[in-house]
T-cell receptor, first 113, second 114 residues
Framework: DAKTTQPPSMDCAEGRAANLPCNHS???????VYWYRQIHSQGPQYIIH???NNETNEMASLIITEDRKSSTLILPHATLRDTAVYYC??????????????FGTGTRLTVIP | KAGVTQTPRYLIKTRGQQVTLSCSPISGHRSVSWYQQTPGQGLQFLFE???????NKGNFPGRFSGRQFSNSRSEMNVSTLELGDSALYLC?????????????FGPGTRLTVL
């Protein structure tokens, strides 16, 4: 799976949009971008994933650049409960028979009141 | 639908002892993965079970083992505990072993080795 690079920490004011960047310059054509988050001492929570088109769900939006070398997770209206470590993971979805996720160090997002 | 459950949530053991942790996946999910999380190493993959067989394994010593039962419930065992085994142990379930299935994590078992 391709390696990802994320800033170690970010702050965001409550109610504002949180934009979390991720670089994955070695991503290959069959690899998707996944985002998970981990609230303190809880298990990671799946947020969203995408291949090349922008994606949106009830939790967040995912913007992937045209060359697919980077992406941004957007939390449109951050709340205090969004304070967590956010992990960007790149993995193949071609049924490789390997289901393990490679977590990097992630971005620690702190939402400030 | 109930989520992934792990028992116990907290555990304190002493060096040299052994420990067994349990994970019940989401109903209908047949794949269970285990991860170890420590402040120094972050989240690391231990192993994955599907249809009662270990399918993938991370880079951990043989003291770490696991198994899966016919109802997809899984246990992991750590023998001869070391101080460095203190960690949050996370279990994740998914529909099958294919990499396109999303994984759903349990709350974890926090193991402290004294």
């Amino acid at each position: 799976d391709a390696k990802t690079t994320q800033p170690p920490s970010m702050d965001c004011a409550e109610g504002r949009a949180a934009n979390l960047p991720c670089n994955h310059s070695t991503i290959s054509g069959n690899e998707y971008v996944y985002w998970y988050r981990q609230i303190h001492s809880q298990g990671p929570q799946y947020i969203i994933h995408g291949l090349k088109n922008n994606e949106t769900n009830e939790m967040a939006s995912l913007i992937i650049t045209e060359d697919r070398k980077s992406s941004t997770l957007i939390l449109p209206h951050a709340t205090l409960r969004d304070t967590a470590v956010y992990y960007c993971i790149v993995r193949s979805r071609e049924g490789t028979g390997e289901n393990n996720l490679f977590f990097g160090t992630g971005t620690r997002l702190t939402v400030i009141p | 639908k109930a989520g992934v459950t792990q028992t116990p949530r907290y555990l304190i053991k002493t060096r040299g002892q052994q420990v067994t942790l349990s994970c019940s996946p989401i109903s209908g999910h047949r794949s269970v993965s285990w991860y170890q999380q420590t402040p120094g190493q972050g989240l690391q993959f231990l192993f994955e079970y599907f249809s009662e067989t270990q399918r993938n394994k991370g880079n951990f010593p043989g003291r770490f083992s696991g198994r899966q039962f016919s109802n997809s419930r899984s246990e992991m065992n750590v023998s001869t505990l070391e101080l460095g085994d203190s960690a949050l142990y996370l279990c994740a379930s998914s529909l099958s072993i294919q990499s396109y299935n999303e994984q759903f994590f349990g709350p974890g078992t926090r193991l402290t080795v004294l």
